[in-house]
């Protein structure tokens, strides 16, 4: 059965103080992992996609990586609008659903 | 681009009425969409699969007289909420997968209370 952990559940973080979240996960045939950005009472924001080890995206201050076992989520001088949840989920087994973490709750106090 | 809607963005019913909730894709055509419902604090869980012009899969556990599935058209999906009860109050979020793509792109929620 796919699984998801993220870690840690909630994080605080000053302004300007960089971080990494991360993302563990078991599946069988990776197909993808996906990071969501979700703000409170709004459906998940589209992030990134990483389909191999290895790979490395960025938009702005946030950088994912992606490795055999786990991924992690850089945020680089956050900034306070950074604050929101970020989901980890992935898609493998020649299936299309999406396996979701319980997410991260960011707060970067300005 | 990729845009999801859905509508309407909340709804308060009495308890043994019916809700329908739509979802489209704005801007792509989605052979697949999925129905999601989200407590307070926890994370998205899968309800069901539609894929245009045939029959929803459920997820075990979800009722598939009560939460009805309907995905007329390549951007177009409703899920009707049967004899709502209290229990049935939640957030409800559609996504949809354009055709051979990955990323499944989401609405904004549909938040349902009965009372």
């Not at chain 2, 979802?23 to 307070?40: G, I, N």
């Amino acid at each position: 059965e796919d699984q998801v952990t993220q870690s840690p559940e909630a994080l605080r973080l000053q302004e300007g103080e960089s971080s990494s979240l991360n993302c563990s996960y078991t599946v069988s045939g990776l197909r993808g992992l996906f990071w969501y950005r979700q703000d409170p009472g709004k459906g998940p924001e589209f992030l990134f996609t990483l389909y191999s080890a290895g790979e490395e995206k960025e938009k702005e201050r946030l950088k994912a990586t992606l490795t055999k076992k786990e991924s992690f989520l850089h945020i680089t001088a956050p900034k306070p609008e950074d604050s929101a949840t970020y989901l980890c989920a992935v898609e493998g087994g020649g299936s299309e659903k999406l396996v979701f973490g319980k997410g991260t709750k960011l707060t970067v106090n300005p | 681009g990729a845009v999801v809607s859905q509508h309407p963005s909340w709804v308060i019913c009495k308890s043994g009425t019916s809700v329908k909730i739509e979802c489209r894709s704005l801007d792509f055509q989605a052979t697949t969409m999925f129905w999601y419902r989200q407590f307070p604090k926890q994370s998205l869980m899968l309800m069901a699969t539609s894929n245009e012009g045939s029959k929803a899969t459920y997820e075990q556990g979800v009722e598939k007289d009560k939460f009805l599935i309907n995905h007329a058209s390549l951007t177009l999906s409703t899920l009707t909420v049967t004899s709502a009860h209290p229990e049935d109050s939640s957030f409800y979020i559609c996504s949809a997968l354009g055709q051979g793509a990955y990323e499944q792109y989401f609405g904004p929620g549909t938040r349902l209370t009965v009372t």
